[in-house]
């Protein structure tokens, strides 16, 4: 069983920073996988970002491709989210997730919430 906790959202103007962060708990993190993603009101959850157990692979939906960056640091079991450049679509509840066997996403944390005014 994993548990996550993200923190860092808030409210921020268009073209302003933010950056999350995800601990979670366990002796294990450094061998998961790690996502990020974001549900807006009335939508589908979608996929923002993931890193790879190693942290040498990352990759990115193409909307915020070049905007935010995906990091790791195990020995603080923790994944971050960078976002610049932010937009009012942006706005979204933020979730963490772990992939613990490459094959899904099972864990997931509670979400914090990220607005973007314009």
């Known amino acids: 069983q994993v548990q996550l906790a993200e923190s860092g959202g808030g409210l921020v103007q268009a073209g302003g920073s933010l950056r999350l962060s995800c601990v979670a708990s366990?002796?294990?993190?450094?061998?998961?996988?790690l996502g990020w993603f974001r549900q807006a009101p009335g939508k589908e959850r979608e996929f923002v970002a993931a890193i790879t157990r190693s942290g040498g692979n990352t990759y990115y939906a193409d909307s915020v491709k070049g905007r935010f960056t995906i990091s790791r640091d195990n020995a603080k079991n923790t994944v971050y989210l960078q976002m610049n450049s932010l937009k009012p679509e942006d706005t979204a509840v933020y979730y963490c997730?772990?992939?613990?066997?490459?094959?899904?996403?099972?864990?997931w944390g509670q979400g914090t919430q990220v607005t973007v005014s314009s």
């Open positions: 997730a772990v992939d613990p066997q490459g094959t899904g996403y099972d864990y």
């Open positions: 366990g002796r294990t993190f450094s061998r998961y996988d």
